[in-house]
């Protein structure tokens, strides 16, 4: 009975052996000399000019859920679809929860705009802060409008 178990004994060893040997030969053979240069990031040879913003906007990781949602949904549908005539009631029931809850996270990652995408909306400037004189005649400069007759 436990020899069945024994050829995923010796994966198992097999593979901490060969992770346990990759560090220690990559302690004792790797060059020791680090300089400014090889400390420094490197992308693409291209030498960094600015320091990295040091956050990812929030809607970067929001379309990443949708597409990870998007995967789940995916890895369980394709089974059900598979098995659709043996699951009967109980799968259609199951489907249907789980239906709902890939429904409310894509509700939920769309009311907190994961899909918008335009300029960042601006809140409007308190009422008096701007002035009344101020028109689109006023602000706007026309070009290339000399010797027009104005429409």
Same mark, same amino acid.
């Given at each position: 009975m436990l020899g069945q178990y024994l050829p995923l004994l010796a994966l198992? #060893?097999?593979? %901490? !052996?060969? =992770?346990s040997g990759s560090f220690i030969a990559s302690g004792l053979l790797a060059?020791?000399?680090?300089?400014?240069?090889?400390?420094?990031?490197?992308e693409c040879g291209i030498v960094p000019t600015k320091e990295t913003p040091e956050r990812?906007? #929030?809607?970067? %990781? !929001?379309? =990443?859920?949708i597409f990870i949602v998007?995967?789940?949904e995916i890895i369980f549908f394709y089974p059900y679809a598979v098995a659709f005539?043996?699951?009967?009631?109980?799968?259609?029931?199951?489907?249907?929860?789980?239906?709902?809850?890939?429904?409310?996270?894509f509700v939920y990652l769309?009311?907190?705009?994961a899909l918008e995408w335009g300029p960042l909306?601006?809140?409007?400037?308190p009422s008096g802060a701007v002035s009344p004189e101020r028109t689109a005649e006023s602000t706007i400069r026309r070009v290339g409008t000399d010797g027009r007759e104005a429409a």
């Amino acid at each position: 009975m436990l020899g069945q178990y024994l050829p995923l004994l010796a994966l198992f #060893v097999l593979a %901490f !052996l060969f =992770a346990s040997g990759s560090f220690i030969a990559s302690g004792l053979l790797a060059p020791r000399n680090p300089t400014h240069a090889k400390r420094a990031a490197y992308e693409c040879g291209i030498v960094p000019t600015k320091e990295t913003p040091e956050r990812f906007p #929030v809607k970067f %990781f !929001l379309v =990443a859920m949708i597409f990870i949602v998007f995967d789940i949904e995916i890895i369980f549908f394709y089974p059900y679809a598979v098995a659709f005539g043996g699951l009967g009631f109980f799968g259609l029931v199951v489907i249907m929860v789980f239906t709902f809850a890939v429904f409310e996270s894509f509700v939920y990652l769309i009311s907190n705009g994961a899909l918008e995408w335009g300029p960042l909306k601006q809140t409007m400037a308190p009422s008096g802060a701007v002035s009344p004189e101020r028109t689109a005649e006023s602000t706007i400069r026309r070009v290339g409008t000399d010797g027009r007759e104005a429409a």
